[in-house]
């Protein structure tokens, strides 16, 4: 199985929501990423998680929170976004860089749009 | 992070072969050549990465210029599968968890 899965395809939220976005992996994976990416743009690391630990924070508004409660779960948290928050939200899942060389699994991703 | 630069666009007829250009001109040694694609409302999907030597799997051929600053992606033959945007990534090394994506190369394939 070398299948990213994400929840929910699509997204609808207002400003005060808080609402969740789910992504699970089952190969063995330890290291999970989240990417945002705007229309016509080229995805951007947001978080990178390793041994279920937080690794990488590319500097990321508080309003998203990133959690791996297990290494083939990771989830972001999302509280008082932005309409310029709404885009596509990718997951990925890679073995842990340095054990080989580290291609990514993308999932589908979880189109997002805040009004 | 080292930069690429890669065309805006291509376009091809159905299969014919598919040359995409990447230009690397501050690569370092430890740096490996990746490229992903992106299909249209899909997530990135790795197609092909290499070091030094020219590589080949079953969806690309890599050919890497004996300087290392530039690299060409090779699809064989174009399938209206795969009209993509083509990513050429540079990873410092296999310890790097980052993929920084530049802006890609669009591809259209005509029937």
């Known amino acids: 199985d070398t299948e990213v899965t994400q929840t929910p395809k699509h997204l609808v939220m207002g400003m005060t929501n808080k609402k969740s976005l789910k992504c699970e992996q089952h190969?063995?994976?330890?290291?999970m990423y989240w990417y945002k990416q705007k229309a016509k743009k080229p995805p951007e690391l947001m978080f990178v998680y390793s041994y279920e630990k937080l690794s990488i924070n590319e500097s990321v508004p508080s309003r998203f929170s990133p959690e791996c409660p297990n290494s083939s779960l990771l989830n972001l948290h999302l509280h008082a976004l932005q309409p310029e928050d709404s885009a596509l939200y990718l997951c990925?899942?890679?073995?842990?860089?340095?054990?080989?060389?580290?291609?990514?699994?993308f999932g589908p991703g979880t189109r997002l749009t805040v009004l | 992070d080292a930069k690429t630069t890669q065309p805006n666009s291509m376009e091809s007829n159905e299969e014919e072969p598919v040359h995409l250009p990447c230009n690397h001109s501050?690569?370092?040694?430890?740096?490996?050549i990746h490229w992903y694609r992106q299909l249209p409302s899909q997530g990135p999907e790795y197609v092909i990465h290499?070091?030094?030597s020219n590589v080949n799997n079953r969806m690309a051929s890599l050919a890497i210029a004996e300087d290392r600053k530039s690299s060409t992606l090779i699809l064989h033959r174009a399938t209206l599968r795969d009209a993509a945007v083509y990513y050429c990534?540079?990873?410092?090394?296999?310890?790097?968890?980052?993929?920084?994506f530049g802006a890609g190369t669009t591809v259209t394939v005509r029937a």
């Open positions: 190969m063995g994976h330890r290291a």
């Open positions: 290499g070091l030094t």
């Open positions: 990925a899942s890679s073995q842990v860089p340095g054990t080989r060389i580290g291609e990514q699994f």
């Open positions: 990534i540079l990873r410092e090394d296999s310890n790097d968890y980052k993929l920084s």
């Open positions: 501050t690569i370092s040694g430890t740096d490996y």
